[in-house]
């Protein structure tokens, strides 16, 4: 059973950075799209940014210059580093991998954004 975990969240003040991480428990990860979501509390779930198997990234546009989406495919990991972090950026962040109608979550990791 596919499973994908994400760790590195916490509390950060405005402008500092974090690195996210999420490894996925597949065979052949080099296959998998990845990708990163958030979900803000009374708000809808959306797209952060994403990596294709090739390695081809997209970024919301409230993200593009702040963030960077990466992957390890030696290790199974995926990781998403966030810089000039705005109070705007607290939400709960979320590890995807999809390939065709297949798609696998993470349970999340809190990320706070606070002076």
């Known amino acids: 059973q596919v499973q994908v975990a994400e760790s590195g969240g916490g509390l950060v003040q405005p402008g500092g950075s974090l690195r996210l991480s999420c490894i996925a428990s597949?065979?052949?990860?080099?296959?998998?799209?990845m990708g990163w979501y958030r979900q803000a509390p009374g708000k809808q779930r959306e797209l952060v940014a994403t990596i294709t198997s090739g390695g081809g990234t997209d970024y919301a546009d409230s993200v593009k210059g702040r963030f960077t989406i990466s992957r390890d495919n030696a290790k199974n990991t995926v990781y998403l580093q966030m810089n000039s972090l705005k109070a705007e950026d607290t939400a709960v962040y979320y590890c995807?991998?999809?390939?065709?109608?297949?798609?696998?979550w993470g349970q999340g990791t809190q990320v706070t954004v606070s002076s």
């Open positions: 597949t065979s052949i990860f080099t296959i998998w799209h």
């Open positions: 995807n991998q999809a390939l065709g109608h297949l798609s696998y």
